[in-house]
Antibody, heavy 120, light 107 residues
Framework: QVELVESGGGVVQPGRSLRLSCATS????????MHWVRQAPGKGLQWVTV????????FYADSVKGRFTISRDNSKNTLYLQTDSLRLEDTAMYYC?????????????WGQGTLVTVSS | DIQMTQSPSTLSASIGDRVTITCRAS??????LAWYQQQPGKAPKLLIY???SLETGVPSRFSGSGSGTDFTLTINSLQPDDFATYYC?????????FGQGAKVEIK
């Protein structure tokens, strides 16, 4: 069965960095685009970034462009999110999600999330 | 960016009730509309895609309709597991955007 497991969250000061990981299993990881979606405490869902199956194409929400970097290691079936220059407003649960094979931008499987708290 | 607006933001209902949530897009998204359910403390779960197609394993009491800019999620005969927050999402145009959510509470 499809499984996505995020890790790497924690408490960090403004301006610092964190690297999030999403270990996957149960599907052909190298064949799927993958996303990060976040949710601030008590708030709604916000798409953050996507990476193509081979890692060559990446897109970002304006709010994180230039600060966050998505990457993947298809040999390890793992997705990453490097979060730099963190701001208070980046505090959120970060979910990795698989892109549906039928249409880009549809999230058919989600991980359980990893919490990033930016606080001084 | 395409704005997605859901209503109501919160609704109170009882077991067995029929519940309807609406979602409006700020521009035509054809039928590229998904609905997700999020139970407290859990990840979102895909319920419906392409406005009205039920994801595998989702109970048939869930249904979706609409096209263009106006969409509806209906839950027939509300069950205890259905008390959750529901989000619509457009995947017509990048960047993909979500509605603000609709919380279904126990009356």
């Amino acid at each position: 069965q499809v499984e996505l497991v995020e890790s790497g969250g924690g408490v960090v000061q403004p301006g610092r960095s964190l690297r999030l990981s999403c270990a996957t299993s149960g599907f052909a990881f190298r064949s799927y685009s993958m996303h990060w979606v976040r949710q601030a405490p008590g708030k709604g869902l916000q798409w953050v970034t996507v990476i193509s199956p081979d890692g060559t194409n990446k897109f970002y929400a304006d709010s994180v462009k230039g600060r966050f970097t998505i990457s993947r290691d298809n040999s390890k079936n793992t997705l990453y999110l490097q979060t730099d220059s963190l701001r208070l407003e980046d505090t959120a649960m970060y979910y990795c999600a698989r892109d549906s094979p039928f249409r880009g931008g549809l999230f058919d499987y989600w991980g359980q999330g990893t919490l990033v708290t930016v606080s001084s | 960016d395409i704005q997605m607006t859901q209503s109501p933001s919160t609704l109170s209902a009882s077991i067995g009730d029929r519940v309807t949530i609406t979602c409006r897009a700020s521009q035509n998204i054809n039928n590229w509309l998904a609905w997700y359910q999020q139970q407290p403390g859990k990840a979102p779960k895909l319920l419906i895609y392409k406005a009205s197609s039920l994801e595998t394993g989702v109970p048939s009491r869930f249904s979706g309709s609409g096209s263009g800019t106006d969409f509806t999620l209906t839950i027939n005969s509300l069950q205890p597991d259905d008390f959750a927050t529901y989000y619509c999402q457009q995947y017509s145009t990048y960047p993909w955007t979500f509605g603000q959510g609709a919380k279904v509470e126990i009356k």
